[in-house]
T-cell receptor
Framework: GAVVSQHPSRVICKSGTSVKIECRSLDFQATTMFWYRQFPKQSLMLMATSNEGSKATYEQGVEKDKFLINHASLTLSTLTVTSAHPEDSSFYIC?????????????FGDGTRLSIL | EDQVTQSPEALRLQEGESSSLNCSYTVSGLRGLFWYRQDPGKGPEFLFTLYSAGEEKEKERLKATLTKKESFLHITAPKPEDSATYLCAVQATTGFQKLVFGTGTRLLVSP
């Protein structure tokens, strides 16, 4: 149980392109999903918290107009990197938490490797 | 500010050589401490949640313990398939469900 699917697994595109990443909880419902960014040999850094049916909460320093988040259902959240540039190249990972107490574990997707040329 | 420090940064073990990974944390109030395993190019895989000092959890060759300042992940008689990066994260009683991660311990178990 508690499977999170993330798609695509890898994207290579030109500078200026917008890229959409999908995160789905396959066998549970998630009112809250999370988007992280991870640089090589570094920790996961939370970018934003996505709540179903409401606006996402962004961490300090994360541009909400650059990283658009939509959480339209209890099983799907999307992250769109708008007008991506080489500095946006990174490993993006989503997670989802099952309904219930907020200290239940987050379950992670397998990440999306984004490379902007 | 909530912080998590993991040590060592990297650890090489021979198969069967038991050891422990450390996670030291400072947090305003602990809601939960989480251990994850991450393989290269993959997302973290959930291992354990610990909620209060003195608590212990076990799964196969892994055992996690918790004190008020740190957590240990004990690996007994490791196998090569235990090679991965082990991540520790804390969730504070404030901060709206946010997890603060350490930078992980890269474990390599040689046959």
């Amino acid at each position: 149980g508690a499977v999170v699917s993330q798609h695509p697994s890898r994207v290579i595109c030109k500078s200026g392109t917008s890229v959409k990443i999908e995160c789905r909880s396959l066998d549970f419902q998630a009112t809250t999903m999370f988007w992280y960014r991870q640089f090589p040999k570094q920790s996961l850094m939370l970018m934003a918290t996505s709540n179903e049916g409401s606006k996402a909460t962004y961490e300090q320093g994360v541009e909400k107009d650059k990283f658009l988040i939509n959480h339209a259902s209890l099983t799907l959240s999307t992250l769109t990197v708008t007008s991506a540039h080489p500095e946006d190249s990174s490993f993006y990972i989503c997670s989802a938490r099952d309904l219930g107490p907020s200290n239940q574990p987050q379950h992670f997707g397998d990440g999306t490797r984004l490379s902007i040329l | 500010e909530d912080q998590v420090t993991q040590s060592p940064e990297a650890l090489r073990l021979q198969e069967g050589e038991s050891s422990s990974l450390n996670c030291s944390y400072t947090v305003s109030g602990l809601r939960g401490l989480f251990w994850y395993r991450q393989d290269p190019g993959k997302g973290p895989e959930f291992l354990f949640t610990l909620y209060s000092a003195g608590e212990e959890k076990e799964k196969e060759r892994l055992k996690a313990t918790l004190t008020k300042k740190e957590s240990f992940l004990h690996i007994t008689a490791p196998k090569p398939e235990d090679s991965a990066t082990y991540l520790c994260a804390v969730q504070a009683t404030t901060g709206f469900q946010k997890l603060v991660f350490g930078t992980g311990t890269r474990l390599l178990v040689s046959p």
